[in-house]
């Protein structure tokens, strides 16, 4: 079955620095997609990438998606407070036919003042 | 405004007394899925829908029960709570997939809802 690893598991950053979140794939990729979620609360989808060499950008959120390497990044400008949370790096999987959402272990971001 | 419906969104009961939680989309999305979350494990699939009438096991669809009469809902029914069973949980829903028409739609997941089993 499919798996995704996501990098690093937790983050601490200051505020205005940049930031990126990797998501790996033990299977071929043909859709990921980011959310983010606040602690306990639930998930807000933030983009879905479908091709490889796919990126899309939301205000200070750029996610990109590298098909060969099975790999998806998430990259964020300028970090704010607003951007604390937990983020969730989710694939498509197939296997045997049935439809089915995957997801990693997230990734814990703090931003400090 | 779309969206799926979870209820309760909190809720704490006791070992073995039988509870449903509910899940309504108003989307008319064909495929409904339940997850659980916990610390260390991450989001984990119970079991899914495809459509009315179809529902399959996910990964971990010991000690609850689904059904799906109406395209609308997707219940979560866990008739012997435990302790095992406190967790987040969520409910989403998808327009089905199929291989001919691509992968295109997202899922919308409801607001959880945080179980306590004593």
Known sequence: ??????????????????????CTSSKTLYGLYWYKQKYGEGL???MMLQKGGEEKSHEKITAKLDEKKQQSSLHITASQPSHAGIYLCGADSRDQGAQKLVFGQGTRLTINP | EAQVTQNPR????????????TCSQNMNHEYMSWYRQDPGLGLRQIYYSMNV??????DVPEGYKVSRKEKRNFPLILESPSPNQTSLYFCASSLFRRKEVGFGYGYTFGSGTRLTVV
């Not at chain 1, 690893?5 to 950053?13: A, D, F």
């Not at chain 2, 009438?53 to 996910?58: A, I, L, P, S």
């Open chain 1, 1 to 22: 079955s499919q798996e995704l690893e996501q990098s690093p598991q937790s983050l601490i950053v200051q505020e205005g620095k940049n930031l990126t979140i990797n």
């Open chain 1, 44 to 46: 807000i989808f933030l």
């Open chain 2, 10 to 21: 909190y809720l704490i009961t006791v070992t073995g007394k039988k509870l449903t939680v």
């Open chain 2, 53 to 58: 009438e179809v529902t399959d096991k996910g």
